[in-house]
């Protein structure tokens, strides 16, 4: 019987195999990162892969992004075109899903990211995708909050606009069919 939160081995090697050639097909998100490297480290940490397939499966086509803060660690982040198909149509957390009254969107997007094991980009680690590619031109995500602007009722997102990456505010208790989150992993 499997343990809840890991692979099998088909599923470890499909995913291995699929991240393998997105890392190939797109060195310039991680110039100087070998994916032997990455590969010894995915291995080492099957917790992580459970992330990496959650993400994968949810639209995310996570990708090498970065060096983590920790010597030998790697970033990953969701690398899809849009917003993860996946994990769109949701508000930003518990206490903004609790507030609706009425057309409550199916989840919010801390509780879902929190099921996954990984973590809503930072504004940082979304201008860095930004800075690889051109992302979320006809979507947007939520990304982390500072706990002044959640305690106010507010939530933040971001997209890709006129060649710039514009930084929004709304009420976390919004959903939108072409907002999503976009996640990032350490591993």
């Known amino acids: 019987m499997a343990k809840a939160n890991t692979?099998?081995?088909?599923?470890?090697?499909?995913?291995?195999?699929?991240?393998?050639?997105?890392?190939?097909?797109?060195?310039k998100r991680h110039k100087g990162i070998v994916w032997n490297d990455v590969y010894e480290r995915l291995?080492?940490?099957?917790?992580?892969?459970?992330?990496?397939?959650?993400?994968?499966?949810?639209?995310?086509?996570?990708?090498?992004?970065?060096?983590?803060?920790t010597k030998g660690q790697f970033v990953f982040a969701d690398c899809s075109a849009e917003s993860p198909i996946g994990r769109r149509?949701?508000?930003?957390?518990?206490?903004?899903?609790?507030?609706r009254k009425e057309n409550k969107p199916a989840?919010?997007?801390?509780?879902?990211?929190?099921?996954?094991?990984?973590?809503?980009?930072?504004?940082?680690?979304?201008?860095?995708?930004?800075?690889?590619?051109?992302?979320?031109?006809?979507t947007s995500s939520w990304i982390q909050t500072p706990a002044p602007i959640r305690k106010l009722g507010g939530a933040l997102f971001a997209d890709f606009r006129y060649n710039?990456?514009?930084?929004?505010?709304?009420?976390?208790?919004?959903?939108?069919?072409?907002?999503g989150f976009r996640a990032v992993l350490a591993v």
């Open 7 to 27: 692979l099998s081995k088909e599923q470890t090697q499909v995913l291995l195999n699929t991240l393998q050639a997105r890392f190939e097909k797109n060195p």
């Open 43 to 69: 291995l080492a940490s099957p917790q992580k892969l459970y992330s990496l397939h959650q993400m994968e499966d949810t639209g995310g086509e996570p990708d090498v992004i970065g060096s983590g803060q």
């Open 89 to 99: 149509s949701l508000c930003f957390d518990r206490e903004a899903l609790d507030a």
């Open 107 to 138: 989840g919010s997007a801390m509780e879902m990211a929190q099921r996954m094991g990984v973590e809503l980009m930072s504004e940082e680690h979304y201008r860095q995708l930004l800075s690889l590619g051109n992302f979320d031109a006809k």
């Open 164 to 179: 710039h990456v514009f930084v929004y505010h709304n009420g976390a208790q919004s959903y939108y069919a072409a907002r």
